[in-house]
């Protein structure tokens, strides 16, 4: 590895990225290469920068070359080649991590999978029903094409408009996520992955053995295509409610698990998210927010529930439109809001029952906290989001975090932090060079407490 001289960073060097350049426009094309300084720096980065401890760090890294190909077939070519010149390769969707996730921290190709986007089959049928799709397909025009069959994503990221691929390499769960869980608990039932092995060919994986290629950041190879589960298309209908104050907003929360079926999303945001968020009639900044997307059939009698529990309906709201603007109002858009009027707040994904039992113990970790939560069966997850100070403070908030009894997960951090041993099982036979999204993988498997030495 070299660095270049003009930006101090990681490069594979002039005379290796022509000779890429030459051997992959020989393979997709000259025209889906890229070596434009502005659209380089535009697709080097992604979300890292919602983090003021990574803002800090940026820029980390810049590609040399980007390829675009147009189908999931050139992927395993263009990985070959990468092998056997021994170029670092970060794939990348839409960029849409937030942790700099998709950074090419050592420099070399950054593989940008966005165009290879065909929705191959759907299959099977109710609660069997499947798709298979290239992984630069958009979940939104995912959920679009099973729509015609009757049929529905059964989860999907607040970032809708992020790819499969993306999501299922980088992301962890949304929308959907109260029934199914995470994209690695049986969403997945089959995947092409390409190696960086020098084979040029495709591994396809199914069931348990797909797990290793989930939420890995691509270290384990580049998702090509996916096949994954569907449910049966349902009516859904937004719910807003507003509730004086957080205690009550929580017991408004709490009272949708008594829903059957139970919300495909519920989420909790205290006053001084609400006032951060997009206006709109539905939200009063006074008061918490409380808003769910439920089945039309139970749409009273989530109503009746919200109120039982202290909170007063504002609005409800038909069809997937506008339960998909509740989607785009949950999980870490409630940071994405706050940080527009006030920058200077950082937030760490949360879970645990302190968040609803005993929220002023949670606040008292980092002075100035304000709460988002999303139900879950368990227990809640959220963002937690407060005032930034050092990256110290931070990292003892966590641990005092966890002495309470709540767990987080650090968006401050762009190593890959949950299934190492999974990953760790595979890498070596998938990518022996250690080229695939380099500079992910901590050398002694530190889980999610992992954080840079001071
Ligand atoms: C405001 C905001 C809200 C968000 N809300 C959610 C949410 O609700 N739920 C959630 O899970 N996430 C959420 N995220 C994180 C992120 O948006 C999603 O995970 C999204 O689905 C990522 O998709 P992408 O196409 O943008 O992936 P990218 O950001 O391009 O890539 C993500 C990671 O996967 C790797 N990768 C990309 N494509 C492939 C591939 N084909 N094969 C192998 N590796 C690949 C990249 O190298 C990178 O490491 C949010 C982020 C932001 C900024």
Known sequence: MTTDIGTGLPSIGAARARELADRLGALIGADRLSTDPAKIERLSVD???????????????????????????????????????????????????????????HGGLLLDISACRAVEEIGGEGDGAWVRAEAGVRMRELDTAVAAHGQE?????????????????????????????????????????????????????????TVPYIHAYGITGVIVRATVRLAPRRDWVAIWAAAPDYPTGTEALRALLELDPEPRLA???????????????????????????????VVDAAAALLRGAGAEVLAVRPGLVAADRITALSYNHSTFHLQKRHPEYFHLEVAGTPLWDDPDTVRSVYPGTVLHLELMRERPIGMLMAPYVSPDQVYTGMDALEEIGVSYHSPHNWMLDRRLDDVRAVVGRTDPRGLLNPGKLTPDGKDARWRPAS
């Open 267 to 297: 989420s909790l945001d205290e006053q001084a998210v609400v006032a951060a968020l997009p206006r709109d009639p539905a939200l009063d900044p006074a008061r918490a927010s409380v808003r769910a997307i439920v089945q039309a059939h």
């Open 153 to 209: 994503l059964r989860i999907y990221p607040s970032t809708k408009g992020s790819t499969l691929g993306g999501f299922l390499a980088g992301g962890s769960g949304g929308t959907g996520s109260i029934t199914y869980g995470s994209n690695a608990d049986g969403l997945v039932t089959a995947l092409d992955v390409a190696p960086c092995d020098g084979s040029g060919a495709l591994i396809h994986a199914e069931g348990e053995e």
């Open 47 to 105: 979300w890292a920068h919602m983090s003021p401890i990574l803002s800090a760090q940026l820029p980390a890294g810049r590609a040399d070359l980007i390829a675009t190909p147009t189908s999931a077939e050139q992927i395993p070519e263009i990985l070959r080649v990468a092998y056997q010149l021994e170029v670092p390769v970060t794939p990348r969707g839409t960029g849409l991590g937030n942790y700099g996730q998709a950074i090419p921290l």
